[in-house]
C-alpha cells in the first residue's frame, strides 16, 4: 500500500500505510503460529507435549541391516 501511495502521489494513503504498518504486522505475527497449530499435527501435538509436561516414551530403534550382510 506504500508503494502505491508513493507512485501514485496520495499524501493520505502513505500516511494510512505508515500508520498502520505495525498494527498489520503485530496481527501476522500472531496469526501464523495460531495457524500452524491448527493445520500441522506433530507441531500442535509436540506443543500440548510441552505445554503439559508430558515426556514422550522412549522409542526403540534398531540399527538396519540389509540381509546377508553378515555373509561376507
Known amino acids: 500500500m506504500s508503494l502505491i501511495s508513493v507512485a501514485g ?3 493520505e494513503l502513505n500516511a494510512f500505510a505508515l500508520g498502520y504498518f505495525n498494527y498489520i504486522n503485530h496481527i501476522s505475527s500472531l496469526c501464523n503460529p495460531i495457524t500452524l ?13 510441552f505445554i503439559s509436561g508430558i515426556k514422550p516414551k522412549p522409542v526403540a530403534v534398531a540399527p ?5 550382510a553378515g555373509s561376507l
Open 9 to 11: 502521489g496520495f499524501l
Open 64 to 68: 538396519w541391516s540389509s540381509p546377508g
Open 37 to 49: 497449530l491448527i493445520v500441522c499435527k506433530f507441531i500442535r501435538l509436540d506443543f500440548i507435549a
